[in-house]
């Protein structure tokens, strides 16, 4: 409240928690102006579109949100609409979210993300066609691909996972990161297996 109501001069701070809530609870997920404003309405509260947005910039001012526009990987440009937010802290999350879901697919997404950031890499969500890659990582070594997923052990959900990556037709990188065991330089058609928590202690 401190660094986002007074340094902003917002006075509605039940609004602003509704929007910080609804942000938390969508991590992940593209996220719209619109979207939160007709959650927040439909739960009896009226907003406008206007009023949401800027209170959604202010947390991203405050460093509280980062925002991560689409990438259309095909075209190579960016998209305006439908990107996605990750906070800084997971633990303000949880103290946030009283139903205590873990949604640990997204959590680990979070994860990813920032520690991408951390090691200088510019982020984007990619596009591809009706198929979405979970982030296109540049730095001054070209681009990078990135798959997040708790787990791959099933089938279905490898497939899944793996379709966007094959589609790419360049050559740089891909890389599929999941909570399994996962065998030392395990790949699938030349995308890297991971495992996240290697990933991350792995400098």
Known sequence: ?????????????????????VMASSIGSPVSTKKISDTINSAGRKTSVNSIDSYMKALCDAYIFYKVDRFDIKGRQHLKTLGKYYIVDT???????????????????????????????????GKLSEKEVDFVAKNSNGLEYYQISASVLDETTLRREL?????????????????????????????RHLNLIDWLLDE
Do not use: C, M, W
Not at 95 to 100: K, R
Not at 116 to 125: A, T
Not at 173 to 189: C, Q, S, Y
């Open 91 to 125: 633990g303000i999350r949880n103290l946030l979210l009283s139903s205590g879901a873990s949604d640990i697919g997204h959590l680990i997404e979070n994860v990813a993300y920032f520690e991408l950031v951390r090691r200088g890499y510019k982020v984007n969500i």
């Open 163 to 191: 379709s966007p990556l094959e589609s790419i037709q360049d050559h740089f990188p891909k890389i599929l990161l999941t909570l399994d065991e996962v065998p030392k330089n395990a790949n699938f058609n030349g995308i």
């Open 1 to 21: 409240v401190k660094d986002v109501a007074k340094r902003e001069g917002i006075t509605d701070i039940s609004l602003l928690e509704s929007i910080v809530k």
